[in-house]
């Protein structure tokens, strides 16, 4: 049974372009969260969706945004990349809104670097 | 922004010592949780704590949660050098379920 699977794995971007990042969840899990991780530092919460609908939002700007789809896959958008977006941005899937009693499952991360 | 420090931010032990890391929070807590992360990586999650809970044990890991003083110890006994990873603990406040809140992590090596 495939855990969760984020694409892709390492992503270079120029300052002020666009980028998506996607995951997609354990199989039967309908909550996808993502964390942005900068170097040296602990995940920090970006955004939560479950059964399509934001469920939580994080300390981020307008220029981050998600979507989950009918299959609970989701996409993470950021716009106008800045220096300090760049970082290890890690998705992780749970059954339930809440973590429940077996805590979140993360995927591998998508390493962005912005030049 | 994090949730708390986590004591100490860089620990070197031998194979077979135990090892101890400390995490301080700041707020109302529903739950408590531990993860490794291995080379920046994905996170691996290890072990969870109910706010109503003050110990819990799975195989060599032992968590401690102190809700007055807001801490919570996480002890690996009988350390291998697998156990080389970074090491966070993580908030669930009782605002909301669907948020985690980590702290700044632990560096363990671990030496044969």
Redesign the interface.
């Given at each position: 049974d495939a855990g969760v699977t984020q694409s892709p794995t390492h992503l270079i971007k120029t300052r002020g372009q666009h980028v998506t990042l996607r995951c997609s969840p354990i199989s039967g899990h309908k909550s996808v969260s993502w964390y942005q991780q900068v170097l040296g530092q602990g995940p920090q919460f970006i955004f939560q969706y479950y059964e399509k609908e934001e469920r939580g939002r994080g300390n981020f700007p307008d220029r981050f945004s998600a979507r989950q789809f009918p299959n609970y896959s989701s996409e993470l958008n950021v716009n106008a990349l800045l220096l300090g977006d760049s970082a290890l941005y890690l998705c992780a899937s749970s059954s339930i809104v809440g973590q429940g009693a077996h805590g979140y499952t993360f995927g591998s991360g998508t390493r962005l670097t912005v030049v | 922004?994090?949730q708390g420090e986590e004591d100490p931010q860089a620990l070197s032990i031998q194979e077979g010592e135990n090892a101890t890391m400390n995490c301080s929070y700041k707020t109302s807590i529903?739950?408590l949780?531990w993860?490794r992360q291995n080379s920046?990586?994905?996170?691996?999650?290890l072990i969870?704590i109910r706010s109503n809970e003050r110990e819990k044990h799975s195989g060599r890991l032992r968590v401690t949660l102190d809700t007055s003083k807001k801490s919570s110890s996480l002890l690996i006994t009988a350390s291998r050098a697998a156990d080389t990873a970074s090491y966070?603990c993580?908030t669930?406040d009782t605002g909301?379920?669907?948020?985690?809140?980590?702290?700044?992590?632990t560096r363990l090596q671990v030496t044969l």
């Open positions: - | 922004s994090q529903n739950n949780q993860y920046g990586r994905g996170l691996v999650h969870l966070f993580a669930a909301t379920a669907s948020k985690l809140t980590f702290g700044t992590g």
